[in-house]
């Protein structure tokens, strides 16, 4: 039955080429989010995967990890943090630069957001060479969390950005190409 289920979700994501530089294959979530059943499935089968982990707050990273990521938190009976772009939070925050496959971005968190007893999923809707997470884990660090996991809608396999996170914490994955 799971299998069955990935494979429609994976079936579902719409490849566009050359976005958002050339020579980027990008996966569109948006073709499986527009189906209530395929929403509902990711959101549930992430979920079932962190149900008995204690999770207190889901931070997710902008944009489209905020799509599954509040629904994450409602299902966990957890915390929503954003992780946003430079400029987009209103009080204080921590912020870090990193680099992309092709670029340069950055990102920041409230210095609030997290304390000593959280228990943190870090989602995203892709992992791909892991840099956003990376760069977002980094944020997270700077607080005294219990612990720290980490959950993708789709994982790129041969950009190895589960190997380059799987140091720092448990790496999980819904659909892999």
């Not at 607080?143 to 950009?159: D, H, N, S």
């Amino acid at each position: 039955m799971y299998s069955t289920i990935t494979e429609n979700i994976s079936k579902a994501i719409r490849n566009i080429p050359d976005f958002p530089v050339k020579g980027i294959q990008f996966k569109d979530i948006t073709t499986v989010i527009r189906q209530p059943v395929l929403f509902a499935q990711i959101t549930d089968l992430i979920a079932a995967q962190y149900a008995n982990k204690g999770i207190t707050k889901v931070v997710a990273i902008e944009s489209r990890g905020f799509i599954t990521g509040g629904t994450l938190a409602y299902k966990l009976g957890a915390g929503f943090v954003p992780v946003r772009k430079p400029g987009k939070l209103p009080s204080s925050t921590y912020g870090v630069t990193y680099d992309l496959e092709y670029g340069q971005d950055s990102l920041e968190i409230h210095r609030d957001a997290l304390d000593k007893d959280d228990i943190v999923l870090l989602h995203d809707d892709l992992l791909a060479t892991g840099g956003t997470a990376l760069a977002a884990l980094g944020l997270i660090k700077r607080f005294p969390v219990q612990q720290v996991f980490a959950a993708f809608i789709i994982e790129l396999e041969m950009l190895n950005g589960r190997q380059r996170l799987a140091q720092h914490c448990d790496v999980f994955s819904l659909v892999r190409f």
